[in-house]
């Protein structure tokens, strides 16, 4: 039969493939029957898929068998999603995501600072999914502007808004070497090059930022860049703070990174994609990424929401466009958690994609060519309280963006089975081998990752494109996806019939080269 363009062969083939050999291939896992999908070698067929020791040791379509087998007839076989930007570091986050198909959930936009105590924690406490991160520069700043030890804990970030010097204030020489000496320190201890919330401090110099990109550069380690504006008006406009970003991967040579695109953008898409791809055929070493989604989440003190003229710079934005806990603000209301409450974080609907014009501005950054989807996802509240470190189903009333939970669900489900506005090889990619890509240079183990192939990581999803779809919505986020049948971390059934196994805790830390 035929679904969404996809041809499965009729029941004998699936038999055939479903027969038991009369001697068992040593494998720990088999995975029967399943449309095998691999962007890296072009691979959409039906193949049987062996696993052992948490690699995969078999894509063929003879028969294998093994103690535990997974029946994938009409069922797609991906590799496991990478997301790039995944602030939400804890065991609820990562099952939240596990259950969205991510095998390996990076925090690359912000970075962890201290980094060593990000991974520490980390390993102690075990994670259900992979786990890494960038160097945080702005925690490195805050700590120097502030002389306050630095604490890795998101908390910790948005409380720094209550003193926003470090904002607002160019470094003298002494700081700015304090800086480069932290960040520098913090990538021998791993870290996955350097995150920079450039959007956070617009009153960083520019030899700042030219600066630290250099020591990335110098090891060949890229940046995570969230661009310094957010404004459709010119000076200082969204189309200046990614041109700024552009010229540091030229005047540097370093790799760099532009995170959510579709929000950074905000309805200049066109003019800055376009300058984007003419700098990529440059042979400048640029990608971004971007969320299925019209709102983005942060804290409500941020700068991009300060100054005299930030809603005319925003496109017309008024405290309705906020949203805390469910509830869309009012000025008064907005007005007491800018000056009493800065960290608050809230989220900000920017496009409203009920509208046919706001909807295709989104689809531009989402198809955007060579571009990833990455979540911005966070971590899970309850009023004030974050959730507990191990709670999971999460509580029905915690709150969060409703990308932390259903991101790739439905970017899946809206773009390749609903709209068919992307194949779903292409599709694949943007959720795994692309992400790989951007990193493998610089982190030898994502060579392993995004790929069904002989000796790749064990990280797979089993889906149905028929069904899978994000629950979580707006005012009720913490409702899992569903269609995800199997999700495989490192060889270990981490979801296995669409059910999370709590006592399961393969994932591993992802870490840089360089760490000695």
């Known amino acids: 039969m035929k679904k969404f363009g996809i041809y499965f062969p009729r029941i004998a083939l699936s038999i055939i493939l479903l027969a038991v050999p009369l001697i068992a291939a040593d494998y720990d896992i088999a995975i029967i029957g399943g449309r095998v999908i691999d962007p890296e070698t072009g691979l959409n067929e039906i193949r049987n898929v062996g ?14 068998s093994a103690p535990k087998i997974i029946d994938a007839r009409n069922r797609i076989v991906s590799p496991g999603f990478i997301d790039l930007h995944a602030h939400g570091q804890t065991i609820p986050a990562a099952r939240m995501q596990a259950m969205d198909g991510v095998t390996t959930a990076l925090e690359l936009e912000a970075g962890m600072l201290p980094i060593s105590d990000y991974y520490d924690e980390a390993a102690k ?17 805050i700590a120097t502007f502030l002389n306050i030890k630095p604490d890795h804990a998101l908390d910790w970030f948005f409380a720094s808004f209550k003193n926003p010097v470090w904002q607002t204030s160019i470094s003298s020489d002494t700081q700015l070497a304090k800086i480069s000496k932290m960040v520098e320190h913090e990538l021998d201890q791993g870290g996955l090059g350097i995150g920079f919330l450039l959007g956070y401090a617009p009153g960083t110099g520019r030899k700042e930022y030219f600066e630290i990109s250099s ?58 994609g376009t300058m984007i791809l003419n700098a990529q055929r440059q042979g400048l070493r640029i990608s971004t990424e971007a969320y299925p989604y019209g709102a983005g989440s942060t804290g409500i003190g941020a700068a991009m929401f300060q100054g005299p003229n930030w809603r005319e710079r925003t ?76 709670v999971f189903p999460i509580p029905a009333n915690a709150w969060s963006h409703p990308r932390s939970a259903g991101t790739f669900a439905r970017f899946l489900g809206h773009y390749v089975r609903e709209t068919k506005a992307i194949s779903l090889i292409d599709a694949i990619e943007k959720v795994s081998f692309g992400p790989a890509k951007i990193l493998q240079d ?12 002989v000796g790749a990581d064990a990280d797979i999803v089993v889906f149905d494109l028929a069904t899978v779809s994000d629950r979580a919505t707006y005012a009720k986020p913490a409702q899992t996806s569903i269609g995800f049948d199997y999700v495989i971390v490192g060889g270990a059934a981490l979801v296995e019939k669409g059910i999370l196994n709590t006592k399961v805790m393969p994932g591993k830390p992802v870490r840089n080269k360089i760490v000695k």
């Not at 696993?51 to 294998?64: F, L, M, W």
């Not at 406490?125 to 700043?141: L, M, Q």
């Open 215 to 272: 020591i990335a550069a110098a090891r060949n380690l890229p940046t995570f860049t969230h661009a310094r504006f957010l404004s459709m008006l010119e000076p200082n406009s969204s189309f200046e703070g990614m041109a700024e970003i552009i010229s540091v991967a030229a005047g540097t040579g370093g790799q760099v990174h532009i995170v959510h695109l579709n929000s950074m953008s905000l309805r200049d898409i066109d003019a800055i």
């Open 125 to 141: 406490e075990g994670r259900p999914i992979n786990y890494g991160a960038s160097v945080n520069w702005a925690n490195a700043r």
């Open 315 to 390: 496109g017309g934005m008024t405290a309705g466009n906020f949203d805390v806990g469910g509830k869309r603000l009012t000025e008064e209301e907005f007005a007491d958690l800018q000056k009493n409450h800065p960290e608050t974080e809230t989220i900000i609907h920017f496009l409203d994609t009920s509208k046919p014009e706001d909807q295709a501005t989104l689809d531009k950054s989402i198809l955007f060519p060579g571009g990833v989807i990455a979540s911005d996802g966070g971590t899970w509240s309850v009023g004030q309280t974050r959730v507990a470190k191990d």
């Open 51 to 64: 696993i052992k020791d948490g690699r995969i040791t078999a894509v063929t379509s003879e028969n294998i």
């Open 442 to 453: 610089s982190v030898p183990q994502m060579k392993k990752k995004g790929r069904i192939q």
